[in-house]
C-alpha cells in the first residue's frame, strides 16, 4: 500500500497546522453527477453497492471530477439493518422502506448481530479495490449510520419529518429500544472494524436524525451507544461524528475522544468552537441549497466561511449531503474555493 499523496484531512484530525483547508462534501458521489446517473440506468441501487467494481468506479467519480480531498465509500447506511435480518428497499424518488419495520419483541428476534466477514463482505471487498485504484491519491473515509438513526428507520419503516413511531417506540418500550440500539451497536463496532482493517483512513458516523431529540434524549438514545462505538474505534482510525441538528450536544460529543464533530449550518463556526472546544476538528457547515447560488455568491458565501473557521482545525464540507439537483460546476465551485483559499496568518 503506498503512502498518501495528499494527508490533509489526517493531519487536521491530529490536530496538525496544515498549508490548506481540505475539503469533501457528504454524498459527493451520487445523483448530481452525470456519469452516477448513467450507471443507475443499468444497475439497481443494491447491486451497485455489493459490487465491489461498481462501488469503486463511483467512489472514485468525485475524486477526479470535483477534485475533493477525500473519497467516501459508495454504500448506504441501511447496509446494517439489511445484514442484521431485516428487508430493505430503495425505492426511486421515495427513499428507504423497510417494509417488515421492528414494532415488538417478537419482530427483534428476527434480528441478528451482523457480521462484517459475511452477510457485509462485499464491503471489505470494495475498500480494498478502492484503495488499490486511489493508489494514495488520497485518504478513504468509511461510514457507518448511528444507532439512533438506523433506529429510526428500523422502526419507522421508511423515511420521516419526525420519526414519531421510532420516536414513540422507544418512549413506550424503552426496554426493547435498548436492546435493539445495542445490536445495531455491536454490529456497527465489528463493521467499522473491518472497514478500518481493510484499509478505510478515517471513519466517520452519521447521526442523520440526532436532532429530533431533546439533549437529554440525545445522551439516553443516541450519544451513550456512539459512545461507545467511538471508545473502540477512535483509536484504530479518526473518528468523526455528524450528528445533525443536535448542536447543543457539541461539547458532550467533543469529550468522547472522537477526533472531528461534524455541523451544520444552523450554528456559526464561533459558537461550534466555542462549544466543542479547541481539541477537536470541526467539519462543515455550508447549508447545501446554497449550492444552488449562483456561483459568484457562492465563492463569496465559502471564502467568508473558512475566514470564520479560521485556519486550522477545520474540515469544509457542506452541513448537509449534497442535492440531486445541483449543477456539477457549482460542487467544483465550492471545491476549488476552498482549494485556493488563502488564510491571513497572524
Ligand atoms: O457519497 C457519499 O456520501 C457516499 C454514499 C452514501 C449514500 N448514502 C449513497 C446513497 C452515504 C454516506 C449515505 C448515507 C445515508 N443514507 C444517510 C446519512 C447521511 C444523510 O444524508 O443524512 C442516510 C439517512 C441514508 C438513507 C438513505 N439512503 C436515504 C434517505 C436515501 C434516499 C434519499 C437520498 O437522500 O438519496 C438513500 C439512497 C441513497 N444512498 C442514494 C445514494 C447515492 C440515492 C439512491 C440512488 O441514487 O439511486
Not at 484531512?9 to 458521489?29: C, F, K
Not at 446517473?37 to 467512489?59: C, D, G, H, M, W
Not at 467499522?192 to 447521526?207: C, M, N, R, S, T
Not at 449543477?327 to 465551485?333: L, M, R
Amino acid at each position: 500500500m503506498s503512502a498518501l499523496q495528499n494527508d490533509l484531512i489526517l493531519r487536521v484530525l491530529r490536530g496538525e497546522a496544515t498549508e490548506r483547508t481540505p475539503v469533501w462534501m457528504m454524498r459527493q458521489a451520487g445523483r448530481y453527477l452525470p456519469d452516477y446517473i448513467k450507471l443507475r440506468e443499468k444497475y439497481s441501487f443494491f447491486e451497485r453497492v455489493q459490487t465491489p467494481e461498481l462501488a469503486t468506479e463511483i467512489t472514485l467519480q468525485p475524486v477526479y471530477q470535483i477534485g475533493v480531498d477525500a473519497a467516501i465509500l459508495f454504500s448506504d447506511i441501511l447496509v446494517i439493518p439489511q445484514a442484521m435480518g431485516l428487508e430493505v428497499q430503495l425505492i426511486e424518488h421515495k427513499g428507504p422502506v423497510l417494509p417488515d419495520p421492528i414494532k415488538s419483541a417478537k419482530d427483534l428476534e428476527r434480528l441478528h448481530v451482523a457480521d462484517p466477514h459475511t452477510e457485509l463482505s462485499y464491503v471489505p471487498a470494495a475498500i480494498k479495490l478502492i484503495k488499490k485504484e486511489l493508489n494514495g491519491k488520497v485518504p478513504l473515509i468509511g461510514f457507518a449510520g448511528a444507532p439512533w438513526t438506523l433506529l429510526c428507520y428500523m422502526v419507522q419503516g421508511k423515511g420521516s419529518k419526525t420519526f414519531d413511531e421510532a420516536k414513540a417506540f422507544c418512549y413506550t418500550h424503552p426496554e426493547l429500544a435498548h436492546t435493539l440500539l445495542q445490536m445495531i451497536t455491536d454490529s456497527t463496532i465489528a463493521y467499522l472494524k473491518a472497514q478500518i482493517e481493510a484499509g478505510a483512513d478515517v471513519v466517520q458516523l452519521f447521526d442523520s436524525w440526532g436532532g429530533l431529540l431533546s439533549p437529554d434524549d440525545f445522551e439516553i438514545w443516541s450519544l451513550s451507544y456512539m459512545r461507545q462505538i467511538v471508545a473502540v474505534v477512535k483509536d484504530l482510525a479518526p473518528t468523526i461524528l455528524f450528528a445533525k441538528g443536535a448542536w447543543y450536544s457539541l461539547s458532550a460529543m467533543a469529550d468522547t475522544g472522537a477526533q472531528g464533530l461534524g455541523i451544520d449550518w444552523c450554528i456559526t463556526p464561533q459558537m461550534a468552537r466555542k462549544l466543542a472546544g479547541e481539541d477537536v476538528a470541526l467539519q462543515g457547515n455550508y447549508d447545501p441549497v446554497h449550492l444552488m447560488a449562483p456561483p459568484a455568491k457562492i465563492a463569496e458565501e465559502v471564502t467568508a466561511m473558512l475566514n470564520a473557521f479560521g485556519p486550522k482545525g477545520h474540515i469544509a464540507n457542506l452541513g448537509h449531503g449534497i442535492l440531486p439537483g445541483v449543477p456539477v460546476d457549482h460542487a467544483k465551485i465550492f471545491v476549488e474555493t476552498v482549494k485556493q483559499h488563502k488564510h491571513h496568518v497572524i
